[in-house]
């Protein structure tokens, strides 16, 4: 019953298998290889678009670098309180953008137009004293399991590119939003205003696999010298090009994420129909929010169930836990089985 | 005919067998789980020390964080003048740890004793204009191919203590000093005097697979923040702890790096017996020097043969290329097998 | 009618004239003059404590710099929602010190003990992705003209303290607290907790006169390399230091400021008298913060009044200026003049 | 007998006057003033150009920071061995510009087009690896009391320019290689091919000012947010706008300059009509480096003479000291008397 992380499953069959088979013979590195070419272009027919894409280690540093690529000195990036880059990257954004992050509240983790457009306002008239709003970092899915739809991307970015702000999506769990929104990844990402996108593969069946995605190759000219000079330049590039490979083979991503999500409905759907517990809201992506009595969570994690309890800052009033309840987060993944979730949910019941 | 670099080749059987079997099941991120926890006691067994280990992404990150484990404001670390961290790693140790590197010769690649101890003169009595140096940085093997004694390292270390620096080694390819000179790694670490090691296994056989090891846990304290800070926390550990498990275990490490040293050997022998070629020195790790005439290059490259030419700065004038001849280095790994070895010679030897 | 900021005036006579006579004979550069450590003995009398003191160049930097002092990898700054560290100094702070802020709401621009303690235990139990708080740094007086109590210092740091935290006092405008206060320098100083203190004497009648002061010395270890590092070490270090001797001697510095709040008092007291305008609150220190309608402020500058209109986020609903309203700043100085007051308070009233 | 530094001296009466003449009245903070803009129509009227200029704290802060307006990621700036960016500024440049200093060697302090050439060739083809050159810094004068000829500037700037490389000159002694020269500040600068200048006044008559130069407009953009994310930016900006005033005004600078090269000079002239001790070349702006026996040094200062015994390293051997003699420099500067100097080859002839 593992629902802690999405990160706490390994690689998937499909994903591994394709791994195993990339070892063969000689090749360059650092990326200057044949199966690095394969993946990147995987990457052009999936976003339907010429793109640059560049692997990095982390998502942490597929943030980060790619808000080093659009920074300017005094720099601030927009973000929501909740973002990842806000709250659980160590300062790895600041560090390694030589930049400034400004959270803003915004309900079930979305930042609104509205909001992003009076955060930017505080900075004009320009004054070098309150530095400048050089990005909005946009997560999608969100921290709250929520989906920004097309629309909303569009009306933030249109707020963004106003005032001269490129878009950055922290895209950890892209695949989840896109198997919850039913449209193409050209929809959510550049069609609506993306820049530069963090395009996580390894909380959906990869090992390590990740990738900083331009979709205006001028911006990705000094990314280059950015992502090495980081340390985030793999020598045998094709082990993180045989994983993507093998994650967009036919479609495998989207499987895998609608799987999750699948999952995460199942998850919810049972706990709103006991007593003992409900949910926050309806699950969009691949993670769950529920409330339940404090005692029940020690009882559940006494029967073997993995998750974390939540922090409910940021919610309404009226959303928060009780003094005496708990809020848990509850993730699902590609490997989540059925008989998990129920199983869970028969202990939750009891 | 692959010479032109040990990160070529892919990951061997045993290592790729290792992360097949490390997918199964769910365990928690970030390196608290089990798997990680085998693989860093492969590491105190391997050091016969209770180590701290912390995987990151490459080799510039393991070289780099180390030595921003052990930096200080306006800090300096002196290097070899063709340490991987002054040439090749585009800043990112001065990027990543704040501060300054300064390089000195010395034949062969090698640091002197002498060489360390004037360096280290000119920045006493202290003034805050100059900086200040905190730790030397040695590469075992070297970027020319040798390899320090144990004698050689140990004398390093104690004019770097003497004067309150702390010692690094970059041990990309450590294991293949290891085989050459035939001690124990507690040996040519700790016991002379190393307090931070970049570990490689990538060169020797595994994917990705880097490591930085303390041999103090106390200098290791802030290590954790300061790994995460720079995007080089895998959540996905044991994907790195599995390759390090397939990497130790039965000696497979040492195998490799015995036989690409082996394979070296052959290499420079086999040169050694033509004449159209000489080597530059008995290689003692896995990187053969060789001259030849110009046209012999573009003749070898013709016929498949990968390798770089290189540049001779820093060798004695007695040493260097003539200008009508190429200095040319050539690099064997684990994978390298000796008909490539023997088809490149008769090549060579047309 | 000059009320924009506290920087707009020049430097007192005393202090002028102190600079004037610095200027004779060839003494030692970079603070190893005999002026230097006249100035440095001043403030050890001032504070009653041997300290350790740094000048530099700018508010921006001693806060800054102060912070660089107590940071560590992943470390974290918490301060008020308007500290001038997170809102005027562009970035400045992380910048220099490679550590993040995390600030709070407060009413009239205080933290509470509650409110620091819930943010810091937001970050216990420590996990890496989340960093760790290092400090707090209070601004004192404050950024809304208030001045913190020597028990509300002692009760913040308190909880600083219990959590391993330092504390960093801005005082930008301490010598208004002080006249405020009438409390001893050391009272709202180290004998309340504070560790480290950016002291300011340029608003208060000095040319360029800051300083960073250690009130223990262990700390002050690393700073002589961090200010050096920092472009910040002033080669004619007596230029700073004579002004300190003029703005010390016979408690200049005292008068000056118990001068520009006496004039802020009366500022206060002259619009709370009339029916066009309010005050948000009493001033403690040389900052009036006034409510009136918006024509107002259009018409006072035509009359030549300078100053600006501020930002009200941050106060409660109640104290908000209405729509037609602004809300303004009006500060005083050592520099200001009775009969300016009195004029604005006419022109204000017609 | 002060000729350890051209910084031992204070200000002149010309720019102290000017200095104490600034006071009056109350004037908009950060360079917003008439003062500061006077002081920036005397730039363009020196320079015969449309300039860009911002005031600083510090000539290691107007270095690094010209250097960190040219900077790129991975980026690196060549400069001669002792330049001071390299050896006295305790990694501020790379620190606040981001980027990583290579140094190459030259006769008497300075870069040769060959050099400057082959220096640069070493990075091309570009690979992310080496990192890449953005900018030369040259020294004018040099750390050896050197001067570059316009032609010799001209053609280090198209060697630079060539390449893609931005060209800074580190004019803290600026003016003493113009009273050398006897050429326009404009020949020796954007006309010559410099596109960023760090302009010192400080070492020539000056407290505190420091300024750097753009002679492009839009390379300058960036600056104001460059200057106050470091910290640099004063708040009574006309404090240095009135040095620069007194400076300017009247020619008194390059009179400044001119005495202390025509002192200088008197001193070459003098040791070197002496038995005891010998000059290494004749000096050609405000520094003499001498040479005598050992037991000289101690002699003098016993008498009273301020001097730095220097390091020899890079000296051709036939220029170096014998073992039994020092290397010393000895710096003159507006403030030195014709009587200091004879008192001190009086001393020195004994």
């Known amino acids: 019953m593992y629902f802690a992380s999405d990160n706490w499953a390994g690689a998937s069959a499909q994903v591994a298998n394709a791994l195993l088979n990339a070892g063969n013979g000689s090749v360059p590195a650092y990326g200057a290889d044949d199966q690095t070419r394969v993946a990147v272009d995987w990457f052009s027919e999936v976003f ?3 793109v640059s894409v560049f692997f990095v280690a982390t998502g942490t540093a597929a943030n980060s670098l790619s808000l080093a690529s659009v920074m300017k000195p005094a720099g601030i990036v927009i973000c929501h309180d909740v973002a990842h880059i806000a709250c659980d990257e160590a300062g790895a954004p600041e560090f390694l953008s030589g930049g400034r992050l400004v959270s803003i509240p915004g309900a079930r983790g979305k930042l609104t137009p509205d909001a992003l457009a009076a955060a930017i306002a505080r900075y004009f008239p320009a004054a070098v004293h309150h530095g400048r709003p050089v990005a909005v970092s946009l997560s999608q899915s969100t921290e709250w399991g929520t989906v920004y739809t097309v629309e909303e991307v569009t009306a933030l970015a249109a707020v963004a590119h106003a005032h001269g702000l490129k878009v950055h999506m922290d895209g950890a769990r892209l695949a989840n ?9 050209a929809d959510i990402t550049w069609k609506a205003g993306v820049d530069v996108l963090s395009f996580g593969g390894t909380k959906n069946g990869c090992w390590c696999a990740e990738a900083v ?11 280059g010298y950015i992502r090495k000079r980081a340390g985030q330049l793999f020598s045998k590039s094709r082990f993180v090009a045989a994983q993507f490979q093998g994650y967009f083979d036919r479609g495998h991503w989207l499987d895998n994420a609608y799987h999750a999500n699948t999952m995460a409905k199942r998850l919810a759907t049972g706990i709103s129909q006991l007593s003992t ?11 769950v929010f529920a409330i339940w009595p404090k005692p029940v969570s020690a009882r559940l994690k006494a029967a073997g169930a993995q998750f974390y309890e939540w922090n409910p800052d940021g919610l309404d009033e009226t959303e928060k836990p009780r003094d005496d309840e708990d809020l848990v987060r509850l993730v699902t993944s590609f490997a989540t089985a059925a008989h998990e979730v129920d199983h869970f949910l028969k202990a939750l019941g009891k």
């Open 213 to 223: 995605v331009f979709f205006n190759g001028k911006k990705a000219e000094d990314f």
């Open 277 to 287: 517990a409900r949910i926050l809201w309806e699950p969009e992506a691949n993670e």
């Open 48 to 50: 339907e678009h010429d």
């Open 177 to 185: 939003a896109l198997a919850f929104l039913g449209c193409q990844p």
